[in-house]
């Protein structure tokens, strides 16, 4: 089994140090770490350290790093831009998106989203979807944090745009002949991808994806739902691009 991955600020430059605050506890307290055992810091941007513990304290580790590496950003970038749904159904979209392996994950305030995201509310809900995202990069041992854009979330108009500068652009949609298992893929740069909301996407604003370069696609025969059809379409990307 892979030794446990703990997210921090900024990788230690000494050789010792001590694991503390929540990660801290976690590791001592929760996974209970012992003395001889090993685990990874990594910075979300790459950086990773390997660090064997050589004390346990109470909700602490004493650390002596042994190795430390950085693993390139996985190219192309993949971006899917989710459909904010009801519930807990973006948290487990954002989930499941993490362990696939997405890098950047825009919450989008599309015309049939059932939950807006207004004021005070909406900072929180988007902080919901940035801890969902650390945590799974933690459980998938991800070196790459992925980004959650929006502030806290983006407009019909900026997903637009960030379409027409994408290498290449997708709308997940049912109506759609051509599949994303057989579509072109660019080799660099940015891949976008569209997910609706539980009520679809509304055909204008299918119109203006459409016009901006993005074209309509589907996975198969069957209609899946906003939580799970991100996943699902990064799991084809990925392994068209040997990243599986």
């Given amino acids: 089994m892979s030794v446990p991955l703990f997210l921090v600020e900024s990788l230690p430059t000494a050789d010792s140090l001590t694991l503390a605050g929540p990660e801290g506890h976690h590791a001592a307290n929760v996974q209970r770490l012992r003395v001889g055992e090993r685990l990874v810091l990594a910075d979300g941007r ?13 909700g602490s580790l004493e650390l002596t790093v042994i190795a430390r590496g950085y693993v390139d950003a996985a190219v192309p970038r993949l971006v899917v831009v989710q459909g904010i749904a009801k519930g807990d159904r ?16 825009v919450p989008w305030r599309a015309v049939r989203s059932v939950v807006l995201w207004r004021g005070d509310r909406g900072v929180r809900a988007r902080e919901k979807w940035v801890h969902t995202a650390r945590e799974a990069a933690k459980q998938a041992r991800r070196a790459w944090l992925p980004v959650v854009a929006g502030s806290p979330d983006e407009s019909t108009r900026a997903v637009t745009q960030r379409l027409a500068g994408a290498d290449a652009a997708f709308v997940l949609h049912e109506e759609a002949t051509e599949r994303l298992t057989t579509v072109d893929l660019p080799e660099a740069g940015e891949i976008v991808c569209v997910i609706g909301p539980e009520g679809g996407i509304a055909p204008d604003e299918l119109d203006a994806f459409v016009a901006a370069g993005a074209r309509p696609v589907r ?3 069957t209609v899946l739902r906003t ?7 990064l799991a084809v990307l990925s392994a068209r691009l040997g990243r599986w």
């Fill in 219 to 221: 996975l198969g025969s």
């Fill in 227 to 233: 939580s799970t059809a991100g996943p699902a379409a």
């Fill in 46 to 58: 790459g950086g990773t350290a390997t660090a064997e513990v050589t004390a346990v304290g109470r």
């Fill in 90 to 105: 973006g948290e487990l979209a954002v989930q499941a998106m993490t362990e696939v392996g997405v890098d950047e994950i």
